[in-house]
């Protein structure tokens, strides 16, 4: 009990972009692996290695400010567009419930079957934090609700249903997965609801449609992402399209949460230069469209940037939308490589080990605006209330494949160009 009070306050104090979960109700267990059907049979869950699926992902940092893919939910298949969330787990859609708060047109909601996951399923449990452990009878319906820093919250039933997922191998399986039927949805203050059906949950965590993926022996619980600089990028589960080599590997610090990828310590370096900035422990959140420090990290590296901008053409410019920090020449600014060179590389130094470092160039950390004037990609996590987390959100991640390899508790990342599918 004392273990997962602690977890709930880790929980809220992260709040931060695309995170997690409260309440439900559950206990006993549910045995997924006996729902599989592969064409009919079903497949051990043994030592094979698994297969694995890659999906073309649509967005951008800026302006869209999500990445996102579509899947395939239900027999016959209903398509959905979901953002691609390493922060969270549970992975749910708009549902025709009736709805609060759903955004997409009546025939774009999931419509429940009788399909409702039973609140005695481990599953459910899963998705609950422990603020509500009853469980009137064990076949009642698993209610939860998540909480988002950015987005809000939602409140749905967990429900399962066939996932139709084509594999590189050319295998097409229907796996039965759980997932939430989000009935009622809660944006926060000024922003607006997200765009898409629902939220794609890829985190650590039990829920997580990997780990359910895991548990029927049709993928490793391996993913990762690459997402353009420019537009889109892919999606993959498994790990057979990694490259035997040339990947730089961090381990995931244990024991920190059960969803986040938290990874550290790191130090980080201006120009190639320690900064003094030692000891961040980093959370790699996909949900997040840029990046968060702690506040007094934040100052350091602003004052680090606004020292070296001084004597060089660039002048403050007007905040755009999420962005306070922004610049401009005396001509609107027509791509970030004109004003690179008026910028220092960043490098986060993961000082657990020789040479495992994320370079971070200028256009990994700005962002060119509509407008013509570059802002800072990042931001003051402390103003989000979170004061012991750095999260590297994807503005950091573009153009390499970021990879979440929960088999071997790493997390790795190369520089590709992400505009091109791999070959499987
Ligand atoms: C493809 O991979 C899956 C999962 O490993 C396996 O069950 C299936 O038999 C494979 N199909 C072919 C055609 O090899
Ligand atoms: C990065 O960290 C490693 C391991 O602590 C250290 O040996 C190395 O000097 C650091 N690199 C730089 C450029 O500071």
Redesign the pocket.
Known sequence: MEKKGKRIVSLVMMMLLFFIVIAANFQGCFSAASQTTIKGKSITPANDRGGSAVFPVTGNVYPAGHYSVILNIGNPPKAFDLDIDTGSDLTWVQCDAPCTGCTKPSDKLYNPKNNRVPCSSSLCQAVSTGQNYNCDTPADQCDYEVQYADLGSSLGVLLSDYFPLRLTNSSLLQPRIAFGCGYDQKYLGPHSPPDTAGILGLGRGKASILSQLRTLGITKNVVGHCFSRVEGGYLFFGDRLLPPSGITWTPMLRGSSDTLYSSGPA?L?FG?K?TGIRALKLIFDSGSSYTYFNAQVYKSILDLVRKDLSGKPLKDAPKEKALPVCWKTAKPIKSIFDVKSFFKPLTI?F?N??NVKLQLAPEDYLILTKDGNVCLGILNGGEQGLENFNVIGDIFMQDRVVVYDNERQQIGWFSTNCNRLPKS
């Open positions: 130090e370096l190639g320690p130094n000082t080990a020789k």
